[in-house]
């Protein structure tokens, strides 16, 4: 019959076998392994935002550009005439004491 083979963990390239931690050191290892998928869940979660983002982005941009063409159709526009006015200084009367 084979022998089993020990289970073993590479941390900081070092490689230790599961058995031979302590209880509290399988803790933080277990600890760091859930936190590691939570990051990446958290990250696909990103990419789905970020697409989704993205997305509306462009459905804005393709609105306005819209927005934009209609108002931009040639519309009969009259000019309008500006004039300045000009001012007068108007003269006081003195005051009577």
Request: charged share 25%; glycine share 2%; aromatic share 4%.
């Amino acid at each position: 019959m084979a022998e089993a083979q020990a289970q073993t963990v590479k941390i900081n390239g070092q490689e230790y076998a599961l058995d031979a931690l302590s209880d509290t050191a399988r803790q933080q290892l277990n600890n760091l392994r859930f936190t590691d998928a939570e990051i990446q869940r958290l990250q696909a979660q990103l990419a789905i935002a970020q697409t989704a983002r993205s997305a509306y982005a462009q459905s804005l941009q393709a609105e306005l550009d819209a927005q934009g063409e209609e108002k931009a159709a040639p519309k009969k526009t009259t000019a309008r005439k500006t004039t300045t006015r000009k001012t007068t200084a108007r003269k006081t009367p003195a005051k009577k004491s």
